[in-house]
């Protein structure tokens, strides 16, 4: 009996840990792409290059690549994969370059935001409506994007950019036909042979960071597959087992870290006129997290009232 009742608990837990870990991982990245002195476009095409060799390699050794191959082949499995690919593709891209150019800031304001782009895609595209509280907590994050914009003359390019495409992609997955390995092996194959053929005109030029930068930044290049590819599977992993209201409170764990890393170890500027547009998007989720807590806490009361 004890048994019967801690499986649940234990399950519980472990998805807490792997969201945790997933999230924290993702938070610490900016460590780990400053260690990498090649531009931001050889760092993505390694990126892909070894997630994909390396989830090919589980697929194979698990013997799923000939179901994986069959499950692909409808135009419609495909089209999504290759939308879902260019978005994680540009997602990656635009954040190695902020870590890369001294924004890590400004990438992490991508993060803290992307809960309510997310929601705001659901309107646009999926027709979801939306309560008082959300709208409220979209028109202060609003407010904080606007100010920011005035402030800086222009918009916060990076972090929109990072919030729509990390979105989006969120988005496509949800509805994607495929699992969170099956769909994630299919959009790196996918983007493999634009990466292939990069690195390999590098190589043939004598331009390739691969060659020239070492040993040590070698590993660095090669260690971007798995470190890519755990955090996603972990992630996938851990949230089917804790609830989608518990994922949204972890989830600001990642831009949390990323905006330390910023402010406190390399010193990029956080004040004044910067620090009052954060507040409104911070006040934002502020709202929207409470409110989506409340709003579970109403249906588990409902459901525990209704009749049978």
Not at 81 to 92: D, E, I, Q
Not at 108 to 121: H, Q, R
Request: glycine share 10%; charged share 10%.
């Amino acid at each position: 009996m004890p048994k019967t009742f801690d499986a649940p608990d234990a399950e519980r837990r472990r998805g807490v840990w792997l969201s945790v870990g997933a999230y924290v991982l993702w938070g610490a990245f900016p460590i780990y792409f400053k260690a990498l002195h090649a531009p931001p476009l050889e760092v993505l095409a390694n990126r892909v290059l070894w997630s994909a060799l390396l989830l090919t390699g589980i697929a194979a050794a698990q013997r799923r690549l000939p179901e994986l191959l069959a499950r692909v082949r409808p135009p419609r499995v495909l089209s999504a994969a290759f939308l879902s690919a260019t978005l994680l593709g540009v997602n990656w891209f635009v954040y190695i370059w902020a870590v890369a150019h001294g924004r890590v800031v400004d990438a992490s304001l991508g993060y803290f935001i992307t809960p309510l782009v997310s929601v705001s895609l659901g309107v646009l595209f999926f027709r979801e409506a939306l309560r008082p509280a959300q709208r409220l907590a979209i028109a202060t994050a609003g407010l904080g994007v606007a100010w920011l914009t005035l402030q800086f003359g222009q918009l916060p390019w990076v972090g929109l950019t990072l919030a729509f495409s990390f979105g989006s992609y969120a988005a496509l997955r949800k509805r994607a036909l495929l699992d969170a390995f099956d769909g994630l092996l299919l959009e790196q194959v996918l983007m493999l042979p634009l990466a292939a053929g990069y690195l390999a005109w590098l190589a043939a030029g004598g331009r390739s960071w691969f060659q020239l930068g070492g040993a040590g930044q070698s590993a660095l290049l090669v260690l971007t597959g798995p470190l890519s590819a755990v955090p996603l599977l972990m992630f996938a992993a851990g949230a089917r087992k804790i609830p989608l209201s518990l994922v949204g409170v972890l989830q600001y764990i990642s831009p949390t870290l990323q905006l330390l890393c910023g402010v406190l170890l390399w010193h990029e500027p956080f004040g004044g006129a910067k620090l009052i547009g954060y507040m409104l998007i911070w006040l934002a989720l502020v709202i929207y997290s409470v409110e989506g807590a409340w709003a579970a806490k109403l249906r588990r009361r409902a459901q525990l009232v209704q009749p049978g």
